[in-house]
Structure formats: C-alpha cells, structure tokens
Nanobody, 115 residues
Framework: QVQLVESGGGLVQAGGSLGLSCAAS????????MGWYRQAPGKQRELVAT???????NYADSVKGRCAISRDNAKKTVYLQMNSLKVEDTAVYYC?????????WGQGTQVTVSS
C-alpha cells in the first residue's frame, strides 16, 4: 500500500511564495518520475512540474521561471517552491509518482492566492 501525502498548501497573497512537499510511503520502488499537478474549479487537471529520478526537470510554460521542483530520492520526497504567485495559480495541487507499472496520486492540497 503506497501513500503520497502533500503538505504546505494555504493562503498567500499575490506576489508571495509558497513551498509544497510530498512524501511517498509504503512499498514502492524505482519511482521514475515525481511531479506536481493542479486542478482549478471547473477545469481539467494540468501539469505544473515533473522531475525524474536523475533530477531532470520539466515545467509548464505557465509556471516556468517562477517555480522550482526538487526531490530527495532517499526520502522519496518531492518539493515544489512557488514564487511570484498569481491569482490564477489558485488550485488544488496534487502530488504524483510514477513507476514503470503504476501511477500514484496524493489527496491534494489547496493553494489560494489572493489579491
């Protein structure tokens, strides 16, 4: 049984910063890719950023330059540092982990950007 638990969501004013964390637990091996996705009300889930096991990163155009994704393979944890936040960044942010055989999702954490 694998579990992904996100933390760090909350309310922040526009232009501010927020850091998200996600830790994987349980019997899971060879996590090829970890990442963050978000879903705003009435919209489809979209990619924010991903990072491979050898630390190659990929960012959505909407967040590139404002966000930084990182991971700790020993801790099976992925992080997302978000800066210069915009109102349109408001969404539920979901942690994702992908192995060769399966994809796992966290429960989501709310990020709300005001002003």
């Amino acid at each position: 049984q694998v579990q992904l638990v996100e933390s760090g969501g909350g309310l922040v004013q526009a232009g501010g910063s927020l850091g998200l964390s996600c830790a994987a637990s349980g019997t899971i091996f060879s996590i090829n890719v970890m990442g963050w996705y978000r879903q705003a009300p009435g919209k489809q889930r979209e990619l924010v950023a991903t990072i491979t096991s050898d630390y190659s990163t990929n960012y959505a155009d909407s967040v590139k330059g404002r966000c930084a994704i990182s991971r700790d393979n020993a801790k099976k944890t992925v992080y997302l540092q978000m800066n210069s936040l915009k109102v349109e960044d408001t969404a539920v942010y979901y942690c994702n982990a992908r192995t060769a055989m399966r994809e796992y999702w966290g429960q989501g954490t709310q990020v709300t950007v005001s002003s």
